[in-house]
T-cell receptor
Framework: DTEVTQTPKHLVMGMTNKKSLKCEQHMGHRAMYWYKQKAKKPPELMFVYSYEKLSINESVPSRFSPECPNSSLLNLHLHALQPEDSALYLC???????????????FGPGTRLTVL | GQNIDQPTEMTATEGAIVQINCTYQTSGFNGLFWYQQHAGEAPTFLSYNVLDGLEEKGRFSSFLSRSKGYSYLLLKELQMKDSASYLCAVRGRGNQGGKLIFGQGTELSVKP
């Protein structure tokens, strides 16, 4: 089983709203990731959590705030977003953030975010 | 710097074979991945190479030459459902170990 789930599937929000994206995996993976993907572009890494600690922040604006409440869950809190933040937000997980085949990243279906 | 190049688009015929190339220049290398992504869906893992040579998995094969910074994905017996974007990604090392750097993706169209 290589399933990563994400909710909601679609989200429309105004620039003054606060919302959260959720990601869950039950594969016992200890590394979890947030990516942003614009249309016709590849995924761009935003954050990496390793053993529930933030290990990589790719200089993401503070209006995006990640949280890892436990080893199975990853949240992305959104506040005061801009229309250009509209994109597909993908969560992924892997055994760890190290090397080897075992650390292949598996992606969830994504949340399609529209900021009005 | 980090740079991964793939052709933007390719077209092939159902039943044929297609090879999608990827060249990379990265500051660290800890494996190369190929993912398939259908429009509006998540990337799906296809293959992984970390040593030189060919890895075969059913209709899909992937090749790596680390000295040349080169990989290819070979798709045999093409089916219409293989129409998708194919993403080449290189994984970093050390404190960048969790980081995947993606190429721009190759949009493959399979025609009848």
């Amino acid at each position: 089983d290589t399933e990563v789930t994400q909710t909601p599937k679609h989200l429309v929000m105004g620039m003054t709203n606060k919302k959260s994206l959720k990601c869950e995996q039950h594969m016992g993976h200890r590394a979890m990731y947030w990516y942003k993907q614009k249309a016709k572009k590849p995924p761009e890494l935003m954050f990496v959590y390793s053993y529930e600690k933030l290990s990589i922040n790719e200089s993401v604006p503070s209006r995006f705030s990640p949280e890892c409440p436990n080893s199975s869950l990853l949240n992305l809190h959104l506040h005061a977003l801009q229309p250009e933040d509209s994109a597909l937000y993908l969560c992924a997980s892997s055994q760890s953030d190290g090397g080897g085949f075992i650390d292949t990243q598996y992606f969830g279906p994504g949340t399609r975010l529209t900021v009005l | 710097g980090q740079n991964i190049d793939q052709p933007t688009e390719m077209t092939a015929t159902e039943g044929a074979i297609v090879q999608i190339n990827c060249t990379y220049q990265t500051s660290g290398f800890n494996g190369l991945f190929w993912y398939q992504q259908h429009a509006g869906e998540a990337p799906t893992f296809l293959s992984y190479n970390v040593l030189d040579g060919l890895e075969e998995k059913g209709r899909f094969s992937s090749f790596l030459s680390r000295s040349k910074g080169y990989s290819y994905l070979l798709l045999k017996e093409l089916q219409m459902k293989d129409s998708a974007s194919y993403l080449c990604a290189v994984r970093g090392r050390g404190n960048q170990g969790g980081k995947l750097i993606f190429g721009q993706g190759t949009e493959l169209s399979v025609k009848p």
